[in-house]
């Protein structure tokens, strides 16, 4: 089974803060993304990675940052986090289907 | 640009069969997906259509009409664990071949 780990399922930080969310898959899949998920909007694409070091933007990718540095993990980086960053935010791997994580839920105070 | 459009929530009981609909407006659609997730857990695959007509998997069916721009999942014999959200998600070639997910439906199964 393919697995995907999220580092955090819960997160507080505070607003102006750096934040990091890392994902690690374990099948070797070219493709991750990053997804935010609010009520009622369901997920919305932040940022996506075909291959190591290679980032393409998703729908919403303004105050997020990504990092692939190695083809496992596929980190997701809040320059200066704002209370409109306020969510959960889900890692994906693959493409057809896609295998998520169980979400990091974050809170920026 | 692409848009999904399905019902927020849906009431059934237990033994019924629901359907779930899905409308969408994307240009270069490459298929449609479909994700169940229950509360405070991770979405997961259910089902995909790359083609017209209907897929089936166990108590669950797809259904694909391109022409409509239009899908459907299908559960039958439903069960109180079926109670979750479910979204539909369209994978779009102007879309670098990735999914844009509808808003969801939570569908609710009662005894």
């Known amino acids: 089974d393919v697995k995907v780990t999220q580092s955090s399922r819960y997160l507080v930080k505070r607003t102006g803060e750096k934040v990091f969310l890392e994902c690690v898959q374990d099948?070797?899949?070219?493709?991750m993304f990053w997804y935010r998920q609010d009520p009622g909007l369901g997920l919305r694409l932040i940022y996506f990675?075909?291959?190591?070091?290679?980032?393409e933007k998703g729908d919403i990718p303004e105050g997020y940052s990504v990092s692939r540095e190695k083809k496992e993990r596929f980190s997701l980086i809040l320059e200066s986090a704002s209370t409109n960053q306020t969510s959960m935010y889900l890692c994906?791997?693959?493409?057809?289907?896609?295998?998520f994580g169980d979400g990091t839920r974050l809170s920026i105070l | 640009g692409q848009s999904l459009e399905q019902p927020s929530e849906v009431t059934a009981v237990e033994g019924a069969i629901v359907q779930i609909n899905c409308t969408y407006q994307?240009?270069?659609?490459?298929?449609l997906s479909w994700y169940q997730q229950h509360d405070g857990g991770a979405p997961t695959f259910l089902s995909y259509?790359?083609?017209?007509g209907l897929e089936e998997t166990g108590r669950f069916s797809s259904f694909l009409s391109r022409s409509d721009s239009y899908g459907y999942l299908l559960l039958q014999e439903l069960q109180m664990k079926d109670s979750a959200s479910y979204f539909c998600?369209?994978?779009?070639?102007?879309?670098?071949?990735?999914?844009?997910f509808g808003p969801g439906t939570r569908l609710s199964v009662l005894p």
């Open positions: 994906a791997s693959s493409s057809q289907p896609q295998h």
């Open positions: 099948m070797d899949h070219e493709n």
């Open positions: 990675s075909y291959d190591v070091k290679m980032k």
């Open positions: 994307t240009s270069g659609f490459y298929g």
């Open positions: 259509n790359g083609l017209d």
């Open positions: 998600a369209v994978r779009s070639t102007n879309y670098g071949q990735n999914f844009v």
